[in-house]
Structure formats: structure tokens, C-alpha cells
């Protein structure tokens, strides 16, 4: 089953989740929106073993990975490798066949979804609104874990309302049905839920999905800036190599479920990698200090045609 | 001139959007109803002679009003109020506005509960309210985990199907068991035609408590309600134990539609028709929805019902009927605008 190219993944002795050294980028001390210092608690998957409901064969085999506090973790791999139910099954929406997924040291289904939520928030890749939802109403939803269940909304939550919206640009927006935005304005409306929520790690799944090329590379730019400015850890699945090497600190690539490679873009996006994994024989370079993957075709074309 | 006219329009445009508007609104339909109602049947009794024969014992229509025309209004509003708020919260369940205690069959479900309680122990009435809860939490119980069983989740037609098949199970129970036992069971015959005919303060208050308790219950989780209705991962995401919401809800939709049908029958489309109505008015909120379906729910079943005993003549048409009438056409028509 193991093919002729795997290997394992680099060996990171001092890959245990806890906070990296800052870095020129992350000089910022972590804090939420509200400006409250948020807690190092990552996550980190041991021996992970997911499998969907009525299906034959995990789609996350034997997953170790830890998310560093601060960081931006891309995972990547081809169609069905198990990125987006690895992110689910690190925020607690798919329930692990074997193995654990940990919050800190605890584990994350030992808490109720409510305060889990106010740790981490994870946003899927086609989140659905009901119809008739106008955008201010739909960002509030992110306080629910904020609230009391009998309680309403006060000051606090009403400030981080307008905050998320202007952290995404949405604030003009606020009014508006959701159905009546444009793709990249119902994306970012989401993004504003998410942050409203005030969690110190996010999990996104292909949030630059069905985006024009702008709202591409908006969206990335967003999230890079709240990952600088306030220390939000991210996990994002994405299908685009490049996004993935111009957004993460960090990428985990992903083969049929199992873990290819985790570590710096520029050390994980190889030509071997890209043959192995996704069967595609390319050149690497950088142009204006970004890397450009120039794929040449498949690896393998009588296999693939 | 045309200045004042669009201010005028602008400002009428506000108002239809805030939902106190619409709470006045149904406010007075709800009352026009009850005023009609109280006037109008095979003894007429004019407008104005309304308040002096309802304090007046000696007045002619006293005893019409207080034993025969009160307690059948007050049973349309609590019936009316259940089934819409029912309806509104078995849509948010399964996040689609097809969604109604009729058609998933939970109706049907607790008239078979109540009736098993009918007939089997006769001496035991407290027994059946409790029963018919049980028949229809089976029922939305059964048809949410068909419908639920697919790959691809809920999706409307499952929905719709495994309804309608429970529905034609419970249906054909029904008619084996009234028909089996047919001397202890008069009452239910007419049952898979709801009708508030002939029912008394006694059947009010049996439907009554449970109807306050689901309702209440229902305003108190109406902001989990809200978020019910995004994805159930984007639920999670924000903190909603989606399962255990999705249950409380399933409940509450069940209790409330078994404190109509325990009283009623099976009256339909009010759970569809009023929350749909209200939804496209005030938007998808629960805490303006719920209150202003309990309004529009009473309204519309103390008026039809009204409509019902009037219409025909000295005949009385069940208003279960009537509103069957007015639903279905209605249901057709969902389907006809939706694509999937």
C-alpha cells in the first residue's frame, strides 16, 4: 500500500506544540480581538485513525501532527488524501476510529462543543445560512460561546460584532442579506463569525475555494494579518500549492490519509514531492520571491492519460 | 407633494420591516377572529350584544357562548399556537422549510399514541397526553434517522418520503385499531380529519399545559434555534452541540404537535403554512418567529374553524378539511418554486 516514494516525515524532536520562539513575524505578543492574551493551548493529533460513516477505508490513517501556537499550518495533498476530515477530526467534528486528538493535554471531546468553541473555531469549506439572514446577524452567531443561554447580548458582544466586521472589511456590509453578497463578501462574512468567536486557533477549510482571483488573494492577505497582528493560530486546508507556500509557516502534505511530509513550504514543495504525491513531474523556482511551480505534466502519463 | 409621499412610503417600508409592526398586525387578525368567531354560528349573536351576553347569565346566548363558542376558540388558539410553533421548529430541525408535524408524520404518531391509550386503558385519561407525546417523538424519531441515514445527509426529497411513509404506516394502525375497537372509540373516528367540534374547557385545559410548556421552552432556545439553522459543521464550529440541540428541538416540535392532536386530530399545514408565511415577513430569527407564530398559528385556526361551521350551512365542515384545502395547494406550490 506504501508507495515506492513515501518516506517518513522529517524527524522535529522539538515539534510539542508549544508556542515557537517569536519570530520577526510574530513579534506581536498573541492576543484575541478583544485584546485579551489568548492561551497556548494547540492541538495535536496522536496516532490518528479517522474513518467516515459506510465507508471501507480511513480516510486519516495513523496521523501524527502537532499545530505550534502562532503558527499557520497548510495542509495539502491531492483529492481524497483526508485534509479537509484531518481538519475536522482536529476540531472535534469527526470522531477519531483510533488515536487521539489533543487540546493542550486534554482531550479534545472531553469538553463540551461550548467551551472547546472558545479555544477553536473551524469554519467548513460550504457553510450554509439560512435565507433572509442579514450579515450582522449572521457574525453574532460567533458570540454564542460568548453568551449565556438565557442571557442576551451585551456591550462586549456588540464590540467584538463591529471588530470581526472591520478586521474583514465587511462593516458596510452589515445590513445586507447574505444571499444578496457576492461570493468573496459571503466569504469574508463568515470569516468574520469565526472571529467574532475570539478562539486563538482557527480551522479553515479551503476558505480561497470558488474565489476569483482578487478575493484569492484578499483572503490570504486577511488572514496573514490576523495571524501578524494578533497571533491567531491557523490551520487551513488548501488546494493550491502556491497559496499554500505564500500563506503558511508550516505545510503538512498528505497521501491517502497518511502523512507525507510536514515542515517549511520551501523544504515540503519539491518536484519529488509533487511526483510522489501528486503525480505530476514540475520545475520549482521563485519569481519576485515567491515560489512558482511550473507543473510539466504527469509523472506517470501513461497511467494518469 | 411627491416628497412627502416617498418620505410616507420610506417610513411605512421601516415599519413593515420591524417586527412589532407584525405583531400588531396578527395582534388584530387574532382578534377580528375571535370576534367573528364569538358572533357568528348557528345562533347569531350580534357584535353588540357580545359583552352583555358574555357578563349577562340571564342574557339567551349566555350558555351558547360560555359552553359551546368559548372553549372551542380558546382550543383554536392553543391548537393554532402549538401547531405553528411546532412547525417552525421541526423546519429549523431539519434546516428546510417542507418541514411540518403533518407530513413527517409526528401528528400521526401521537394520535395513534393517544388513541392506544384510548383503548387500552379506558379509566387512565391522564395517560393519553403522555402516550401521544411518546407516538410522535417515535415518529419524527424514525423519519429523522431515515431521512438522516443517506450519504449525502437530509436532503428534502428523503425527507418528504420517509414522512409520508410513516405516515401511511401510522394511518393504517390507526384504522386497525378504531376499527378492532370501534365501541370504545367513537371519538376517533373522525380523527384523521381534525375537528374542534363538540370539544368542552376540559379538552382546553389538557391541551393547554403541554402547549405552555413546549412554547415556553421554545422562546427560551430560540437563540440556539438560530444557529440550528447554519451547516451543522458551522454549528459545531461556533459552539452548538448539534446532536443534543437537534434533539431538544425534535422534543419540544413533538410535545407541541401531540397537545394539538390529543385535542384536534390531526389538523395539518398550520405547522407549514404560518412559519413559512412569517419567515418571508420578519426573516429567519427565532425570538421575532416563535411569538409571531403563535399569533398567526391561533389566527388562522380560530378563523378557519369559524369559516368551517359557518360555510356549509347548518352542516359543520371539519376544519381539518378546510385547512387541508388551503395546505396542500400551498405544499404543491413550495415544491413547484424550489429546484432541489
Not at chain 1, 158 to 169: F, G, S
Not at chain 2, 65 to 92: D, E, F, T, Y
Not at chain 2, 228 to 252: F, I, K, M, N, Y
Not at chain 2, 269 to 282: H, K, Q
Request: charged letters at 15%; hydrophobic letters at 55%; one cysteine or more.
Amino acid at each position: 500500500m506504501t508507495p515506492a516514494g513515501a518516506r517518513t516525515p522529517r524527524a522535529e524532536p522539538a515539534d510539542t506544540g508549544a508556542p515557537r520562539p517569536a519570530s520577526p513575524d510574530t513579534a506581536a505578543p498573541p492576543a484575541g480581538p478583544a485584546g485579551e492574551p489568548t492561551t497556548a493551548a494547540t492541538l495535536r493529533a496522536r496516532g490518528l485513525h479517522v474513518r467516515h460513516r459506510k465507508a471501507e477505508h480511513d480516510a486519516v490513517r495513523d496521523l501524527d501532527l502537532a499545530v505550534r501556537g502562532g503558527e499557520i499550518l497548510a495542509l495539502v495533498g491531492p483529492n481524497g488524501s483526508g485534509k479537509s476530515t484531518a481538519l475536522a477530526a482536529l476540531g472535534r467534528g469527526i470522531a477519531a476510529r483510533a488515536g487521539t486528538v489533543l487540546l493542550g493535554d486534554a482531550d479534545v471531546w472531553s469538553r463540551s462543543a461550548r467551551v472547546f468553541a472558545r479555544t477553536v473555531a473551524r469554519l467548513p469549506q460550504l457553510p450554509e445560512a439560512p435565507e433572509g439572514l442579514a450579515v450582522r446577524e449572521l457574525v453574532a452567531s460567533g458570540r454564542h460561546v460568548h453568551t449565556p443561554w438565557l442571557g442576551t447580548p451585551g456591550r462586549a458582544d456588540h464590540l467584538a460584532v463591529r471588530e470581526a466586521l472591520q478586521a474583514v472589511d465587511v462593516g458596510d456590509l452589515r445590513g445586507r442579506k447574505l444571499e444578496t453578497l457576492s461570493g468573496g463578501e459571503r466569504r469574508r462574512a463568515w470569516l468574520a463569525m469565526m472571529l467574532c468567536q475570539q478562539a486563538p486557533v482557527l480551522l479553515l477549510d479551503e476558505p480561497t475555494a470558488a474565489l476569483d482571483l482578487r478575493h484569492q488573494y484578499e483572503l490570504l492577505a486577511v488572514l496573514r494579518e490576523l495571524n501578524r497582528t494578533r497571533g491567531v493560530t491557523m490551520v487551513v486546508v488548501l488546494h493550491d500549492l502556491e497559496h499554500a507556500a505564500r500563506l503558511a509557516d508550516r505545510v503538512a502534505v498528505l497521501q491517502r490519509g497518511r502523512l507525507y511530509d510536514v515542515g517549511p513550504p520551501a523544504a515540503c514543495i519539491t518536484p519529488a514531492m509533487l511526483r510522489d504525491v501528486f503525480g505530476v513531474e514540475a520545475r520549482i523556482g521563485t519569481e519576485e520571491g515567491r515560489l512558482r511551480i511550473v507543473v510539466l505534466g504527469p509523472a506517470d502519463p501513461a497511467r494518469h492519460l | 407633494m411627491t416628497h412627502t409621499l416617498a418620505a410616507l412610503r420610506l417610513r411605512l417600508d421601516r415599519l413593515a420591516q420591524r417586527s412589532g409592526f407584525w405583531a400588531v398586525l396578527l395582534l388584530a387578525v387574532l382578534a377580528g377572529a375571535v370576534g367573528a368567531a364569538i358572533a357568528v354560528g348557528a345562533a347569531a349573536v350580534p357584535i353588540a350584544e357580545v359583552p352583555a351576553a358574555l357578563v349577562d347569565a340571564a342574557h339567551p346566548a349566555h350558555a351558547v357562548l360560555w359552553q359551546v363558542r368559548l372553549p372551542r376558540i380558546a382550543l383554536g388558539v392553543v391548537v393554532g399556537a402549538a401547531l405553528a410553533v411546532s412547525g417552525a421548529l421541526m423546519q429549523a430541525v431539519v434546516r428546510n422549510p417542507l418541514a411540518d408535524p403533518g407530513i413527517m408524520g409526528v401528528t400521526a404518531g401521537a394520535g395513534l399514541g393517544g388513541l392506544l391509550g384510548l383503548v387500552l386503558w379506558p379509566a387512565e385519561t391522564a395517560l393519553v397526553p403522555v402516550l401521544a407525546f411518546g407516538g410522535g417523538l417515535a415518529a419524527i424519531a424514525v423519519v429523522l434517522g431515515v431521512a438522516a441515514s443517506g450519504t449525502h445527509g437530509m436532503g428534502p426529497l428523503r425527507l418528504v418520503l420517509s414522512g409520508v411513509a410513516m405516515q401511511a404506516i401510522l394511518f393504517s394502525l390507526i384504522a386497525l385499531v378504531t376499527f378492532f375497537f370501534a365501541d370504545r372509540a367513537p371519538a376517533f373516528v373522525s380523527f384523521t380529519i381534525g375537528s374542534l367540534a363538540g370539544r368542552g374547557w376540559g379538552d382546553v385545559g389538557r391541551a393547554l399545559g403541554p402547549a405552555l410548556l413546549g412554547g415556553g421552552a421554545a422562546m427560551m432556545a430560540a437563540r440556539t434555534l438560530n444557529l440550528l439553522l447554519l451547516d451543522d459543521d458551522s454549528a459545531a464550529g461556533v459552539g452548538l452541540p448539534v446532536r443534543r440541540a437537534r434533539l431538544g428541538a425534535s422534543c419540544l416540535a413533538a410535545l407541541l404537535a401531540a397537545s394539538a392532536a390529543s385535542v384536534a386530530g390531526l389538523v395539518g399545514f398550520v405547522g407549514l403554512v404560518v412559519p413559512n408565511w412569517i419567515r418571508v415577513t420578519v426573516g429567519p430569527d427565532h425570538r421575532v418567529l416563535l411569538p409571531l407564530c403563535m399569533l398567526g398559528g391561533a389566527a388562522l385556526v380560530v378563523a378557519a374553524d369559524t369559516a368551517a361551521r359557518t360555510l356549509a350551512g347548518p352542516l359543520e365542515l371539519p376544519v381539518g378539511a378546510l385547512l387541508a384545502l388551503l395546505g396542500g395547494p400551498y405544499f404543491l406550490a413550495i415544491l413547484w418554486r424550489r429546484v432541489a
